[in-house]
Each structure stands twice: as C-alpha cells, then as structure tokens.
Nanobody, 116 residues
C-alpha cells in the first residue's frame, strides 16, 4: 500500500503560481496512475488532473486545462501539480491520489487559497 503526503499549498494572489508536490512511500508512483483532486468548502471533491501509469499520458479537467500541469518524477517518487494563472475559484484543499486496480489511495490534502 502506498502512503502519500502533499505539500506546497499556501496563500497566493490571483494570477500567481504554486507548485504542489505529492511524495509517495511504500510503493513507487510508477506503479499507479496518479491524480490530483480538489474540494472547496461546501462542494464535492472534483477531479483536476491525472497522469497515467503506463505511458505518462495526462488528462485535465476543462477548468484547469492550459493553466495546470501534472508531472511525475520517478527518481524522487513524487508527483507535482504546477498551477499558474490561479483564480479565486481555485481555492480548495488539493488531494493527491494513487489509483490502483481495485482501490484509490489518498493523501491528507494541502490547502490552496487564492485571494482576489
């Protein structure tokens, strides 16, 4: 089983950038499809971005495409989410997920707050 720890969240002004990191232990990130989700107050958790296990293909929610980039560093067993042109509506807790065949494993989340 993999354990995930997110970092890199914080407070940023609209238009700014942040880079989130998800450090894995127990298993390698190359063993899973890796994804980022987010949950804003009073809303359901929603998909943000995914990088596939097999070929590294990336997928994005429409509302972040062109602004966010997901990447995987196998040597450091880490997944990143580079976020640019941030908007106040991007404010949420961001969660890293490892997607196995039968289960999805979650990190504890990191808060991102974008001020207007």
């Amino acid at each position: 089983q993999v354990q995930l720890v997110e970092s890199g969240g914080g407070l940023v002004q609209a238009g700014g950038s942040l880079r989130l990191s998800c450090a894995a232990s127990g298993r390698t990130v190359s063993s899973y499809g890796m994804a980022w989700f987010r949950q804003a107050p009073g809303k359901e958790r929603e998909f943000v971005a995914r990088i596939s296990r097999s070929d590294g293909m990336t997928y994005y929610a429409d509302f972040v495409r062109g602004r966010f980039t997901i990447s995987r560093d196998n040597a450091k067993n880490t997944v990143h989410l580079q976020m640019s042109s941030l908007k106040p509506e991007d404010t949420a807790v961001y969660y890293c997920a490892a997607e196995g065949v039968a289960a999805r494993y979650w990190g504890q989340g990191t808060q991102v707050t974008v001020s207007s």
